[in-house]
């Protein structure tokens, strides 16, 4: 039988890092709130690496302004160069002269 997975909020996850940031062990924090060492250990390390901005929630990415920034640039880059590629695919169409369309 499938086990249904379970979803906990910020305010659980802030909980238990800052049990941990108090003093206590993460095993005990974990066996308190009925939760894997891992998760405290990956919540801990996720605070630490993006203080109040963790735990969006629902697979939204945790990203620091720099990365932010490079992600914003890398989407204008490619809509930059598929504006080029469109465009080259339209002067080579238009370039192409058959003599249907002028009166000579």
Known sequence: ?????????KEFKMMAVNLCLSGKPTREVADEL?????????WKREYHQYKEGSF??????????EQ???ARLNKALRDAQEERDILKKAVSIFSKNDGKFSNS
């Open 34 to 42: 009925g939760i894997r060492v891992e998760l405290v250990t990956r």
């Open 68 to 70: 932010k920034e490079i």
């Open 1 to 9: 039988m499938k086990r249904e997975r379970r979803h906990f909020d």
């Open 56 to 65: 969006s929630g629902h697979g939204n990415v945790n990203m620091t302004d």
